[in-house]
């Protein structure tokens, strides 16, 4: 139930920083370079905006700073054995913040939500395999005041702007690459020296590393910004039940272009995703593009009313 690449990150915390942060068109031409390549030089950003150097790095810590902007490495899934998934729909007895508290405090759970609806809370959890996310779901329908947990497994991510797409083509090495990769999740724009201080190479040999592991699809550098701050502050997360084969249909929905998260899921609904949206308006148009396919049959839609946590920049965990 990931949001976009435009979706915040937080922890549990929620420190979000200076929420009324107001970007320019300068500005947001930066946060779109980034959100392509997060370790872009300032040197090119600076070109692409037309500023200069120093007036470009001085923007970039700006919107770190604010918390509307975080740029760190993301790792393919496999690096951390995250093969299994699955997005749960919770119902509680009583309020449902402090539960959406307690699961944001799993490891397991990236994506943590109060939402409008049938249920009080939605939350996605990847696991280090089927054994895990069965022991995780247990732990969550025991936590005091959840009252029901209804989940849809993950088959296949369609869409999804936090996961790579392609198997990586090379491993990490050792340990050394390890501690590169764990340096480049917490902080994304390192200066290679700073990192070679980190991890006790030269700086040569640490640019060299780090090129391999990022050009071999171990990971990627990506901003990570809140959906508001591009004007993008409207979340639906929804559920559909299809007629025919749902991967065919799972193409079609993907290329709905509000649609920013999809995943195939087994349980009561073959797909399940997210819309991000400027409005109202376009959240229900997004529906409705939906409701006029012929395989689809059914359309459960929530809101979601405030992001707990989202956090996929994942790394290693005892399970």
Do not use: N
């Amino acid at each position: 139930m990931s949001t976009d690449p435009a979706g915040p990150t937080t922890g549990p915390t929620e420190d979000r920083g200076d929420l009324s942060v107001d970007l320019d068109e300068t500005d947001l031409a930066i946060v779109r370079g980034l959100q392509a390549d997060g370790r872009l030089t300032y040197e090119t950003l600076a070109q692409r905006v037309g500023l200069s150097r120093p007036a470009t790095r001085m923007r970039v810590q700006r919107l770190q700073e604010s918390g509307a902007v975080r740029i760190v490495a993301i790792a393919h899934p496999a690096v951390h054995r995250l093969t299994a998934s699955a997005h749960l729909a919770i119902d509680t007895e009583g309020a449902a913040a402090p539960v959406a508290r307690a699961i944001a405090a799993l490891p397991q759970a990236p994506f943590v939500t109060l939402t409008s609806g049938r249920r009080s809370i939605m939350t996605e959890l990847r696991t280090a395999g089927f054994g895990e996310l069965e022991r995780t779901i247990e732990r969550i329908r025991a936590m005091d005041g959840v009252r029901t947990v209804d989940p849809l497994v993950a088959t296949r991510h369609v869409k999804d702007p936090y996961l790579l797409a392609e198997e990586p083509t090379v491993a990490l090495q050792d340990e050394l690459d390890g501690r590169i990769l764990a340096e480049l999740e917490e902080d994304g724009r390192l200066p290679f020296a700073e990192l070679a201080g980190r991890v006790g190479l030269s700086p040569g040999a640490t640019r060299a590393r780090t090129l391999r592991l990022l050009d071999g699809g171990v990971a990627k550098v990506v901003a990570l910004v809140r959906p508001d701050v591009l004007g993008m502050g409207y979340l639906c997360g929804f559920s559909l039940r299809v007629a025919g084969t749902a991967a065919r249909m799972a193409e079609r929905v993907a290329g709905l272009e509000r649609v920013t998260f999809l995943s195939t899921c087994l349980g009561r609904a073959e797909l399940v995703g997210t819309i991000t949206a400027e409005s109202f308006a376009a959240v229900r148009a997004t529906l409705e593009e939906m409701r006029e396919l012929p395989e689809v049959r059914e359309v459960e839609s929530w809101l979601h009313l405030e992001l707990v946590k989202e956090r996929y920049d994942m790394g290693p965990r005892p399970v």
